[in-house]
């Protein structure tokens, strides 16, 4: 076993160099590439605080609800790089893409600053929704699932790479390790979901979602979830179910959205486009603009 283990530590070693000098990375910065996980990133203890709160938000899929403790970090220290790379994406997911992206390139610009793991994470989140290099963004994971195989959230956002890409069986085996790591988090829940729901393994997929509901678990991509499923197995009832579950909390924007595309792929395209105004009022209401 020690003979294994020292051959697959060497193979993962070798494999990140490699992809390291792939992306240009420089000789002297890989033989320096030791940084411990848990660096600071920030100078100010109230705005890791503040960071944290928002994290622990975000791991529950309660994206609108982190955003104020993002807020509160950035104000706090206003070199804070990976709350900008945090922030901005949850504005994504909020679907506010504009002023997501702001926070997302504001976050690129500080990666000199931070840990060499942090500037791999803020790289592969600007590669994928700044540049569109959705293979170097990849690559750019996968170096972070190898050189910091603890790391949960590097696991999710592997995933997240390989669902772009289109491999959902990697990606499914990405979220996996996630869940491993911490089967509370429901970002990689619900996205090992859906990458199930992309292999056509439906009865798999929710019970995924269904064993976080048990772990006392719930989300708008919980439900987002399986109102899709109820929807590929022609299940009316349970799509109303989980659509009246959003019914007056701050995301039912988005519900709304899904139903209108629902409809729109079962041409009813009068109703779509009811429910594509409803889910942009509601999301105006908000403060939140594509």
Not at 4 to 11: E, G, L, N, R
Not at 29 to 37: A, W
Request: charged share 25%; proline share 1%; net charge neutral.
């Amino acid at each position: 076993t020690t003979a294994i283990d020292a051959y697959a530590s060497h193979w993962l070693g070798q494999a990140a160099i490699d992809i390291r000098r792939k992306l240009g990375e420089s000789l002297a910065s890989i033989q320096r590439f030791d940084v411990p996980i848990e660096q600071a990133t920030t100078a100010s203890l109230l705005a890791f605080k503040d960071f944290t709160v928002g994290v622990e938000f975000r791991r529950k899929g309660q994206y609108a609800q982190s955003v104020p403790s993002y807020k509160r970090a950035i104000e706090l220290d206003s070199e804070f790089a990976l709350a900008y790379e945090q922030i901005g994406t949850t504005y994504r997911d909020l679907r506010n893409l504009a002023l997501g992206n702001q926070y997302l390139t504001r976050a690129y610009e500080l990666r000199g600053r931070v840990s060499e793991r942090e500037r791999i994470t803020i790289s592969a989140t600007f590669f994928r929704h700044i540049t569109g290099e959705i293979d170097k963004r990849v690559d750019t994971t996968l170096l972070l699932t190898l050189t910091y195989p603890q790391d949960l959230y590097g696991h999710h956002l592997h995933g997240n790479s390989l669902m772009i890409a289109g491999d959902y069986e990697q990606a499914a085996q990405a979220y996996r390790a996630a869940l491993r790591l911490d089967a509370d988090y429901s970002l990689s829940r619900a996205n090992l979901s859906l990458a199930l729901i992309g292999l056509n393994r439906f009865d798999d997929a929710q019970k995924v979602i269904e064993e976080g509901q048990a772990r006392q678990l719930d989300s708008a991509g919980f439900r987002n979830r399986l109102y899709l499923i109820a929807f590929l197995k022609g299940d009316a009832e349970g799509m109303g179910h989980q659509a009246e579950w959003f019914t007056g909390r701050p995301d039912e924007y988005q519900i709304r959205e899904v139903q209108a595309r629902s409809f729109a792929f079962a041409g009813k395209r009068r109703q779509a486009s009811t429910l594509f105004a409803q889910a942009v009022a509601l999301a105006e209401a908000r403060g939140l603009h594509a």
